[in-house]
């Protein structure tokens, strides 16, 4: 089945301890993606890679940061969690060039106290 | 930046009744997408619909697109219970094919009482 997982789902942490969100996709897709969605706020995108090895910032990178060491997979890292980091993390992925759809992960919960 | 503007923001039907949501947005886009939502769970793409592209159908889902207005509809015809969800538009604007970004909407809450 074509998807894109993501692990964990449900993460409660503190301040400060580096945790790292797996995303991973089965489709050969060049593009992933990670957003945040946030009440009042919407879907923002915070990193997107273009293919392995190539990543770079969308509209909210800071406090985050991402690697593509291999096609399926684009981990989000947060090396010093801070609480305005709580949130709902989505990780997505398509096929190069324009007019494809995107297909997102499952989510991830975060709260960070 | 949110580029989508929805309206309405919620929307309360009967089951059965069609459930019709509106999406405007600034900049010239290369397509536009709906996607559903359950409550704190995954987006679930519904449909897409490109700049050269007034209409599209896709089972009880009817989108249409108008580039001058830069606006976007979609109609549930015949809802049922399980179509309560929220629905959001998202653009993929030209010049942001390379980033695979897409802008999304505050989206639409619908819910359909049986």
């Known amino acids: 089945e074509a998807q894109v997982t993501q692990n964990p789902r449900y993460l409660i942490t503190v301040t400060g301890k580096k945790l790292t969100v797996t995303c991973s996709q089965n489709?050969?897709?060049?593009?992933m993606s990670w957003y945040r969605q946030d009440p009042g706020l919407g879907l923002r995108q915070i990193y997107y890679?273009?293919?392995?090895?190539?990543?770079d910032k969308g509209d909210v990178p800071e406090g985050y940061k991402v690697s593509r060491k291999e096609k399926r997979n684009f981990p989000l890292i947060l090396e010093s969690p801070s609480p305005n980091q709580t949130s709902l993390y989505f990780c997505?992925?398509?096929?190069?060039?324009?007019?494809?759809?995107?297909?997102f992960g499952p989510g991830t919960r975060l709260t960070v106290t | 930046s949110q580029q989508g503007e929805e309206d309405p923001q919620a929307l309360s039907i009967q089951e059965g009744e069609n459930a019709t949501m509106n999406c405007s947005y600034k900049?010239?886009?290369?397509?536009l997408q709906w996607y559903r939502q359950n409550s704190g769970r995954g987006l679930v793409h519904l449909i897409l619909?490109?700049?050269?592209?007034r209409e599209k159908h896709s089972g009880r889902l009817r989108v249409t697109l108008d580039t001058s207005k830069k606006s976007s509809s979609l109609l549930i015809t015949a809802s049922r219970a399980a179509d309560t969800a929220s629905y959001f538009c998202?653009?993929?604007?030209?010049?942001?094919?390379?980033?695979?970004?897409?802008?999304f909407g505050q989206g639409t809450t619908l819910q359909v009482k049986p």
């Open positions: 997505a992925s398509r096929l190069a060039g324009v007019g494809h759809e995107q297909y």
């Open positions: 489709m050969n897709h060049e593009y």
């Open positions: 890679s273009m293919n392995v090895e190539v990543t």
């Open positions: 900049t010239s886009i290369n397509n």
């Open positions: 619909i490109r700049s050269n592209e």
């Open positions: 998202a653009t993929d604007g030209r010049g942001s094919g390379n980033t695979g970004k897409l802008i």
